[in-house]
């Protein structure tokens, strides 16, 4: 399993729920066209954590970098109702970060 890790903050701190919404409805689109497994929200508890991580964290998981691939294609489109919906998003997006990580040892790998 890969997991693509975002991290930001909201350019308006009130529209929360708003944000959550226009995720959980982008990411619902790109899992029902089966260009994702899943996908979580988190939001920081008590502002614990490093402030250049930001306040909301997604994790994107797909079953390899071959269906992340698939889906950034898809959505490089930027046409139609993938386009609507991720706009939703970025537009109350601000101090953006990513990571990519993997299950780990990774399955095919060689044991000695």
Known sequence: MDYYQIWCNLKESH?????????????????KQGKLKGFTIA???????????????????????????????????????VERLHRNVFAEVTDFRSALYRDFPDSVRAKR
């Open 15 to 31: 529209k929360d729920l708003e944000f959550c919404e226009h995720v959980s409805s982008y990411l619902g689109y790109l899992q």
């Open 43 to 81: 939001r920081r508890k008590l502002g614990w954590g490093p402030a250049e991580l930001g306040e909301f964290n997604i994790t994107i998981m797909t079953d390899n970098m071959a269906q992340l691939d698939e889906a950034f294609q898809h959505v490089a489109t930027r046409d139609g109702e």
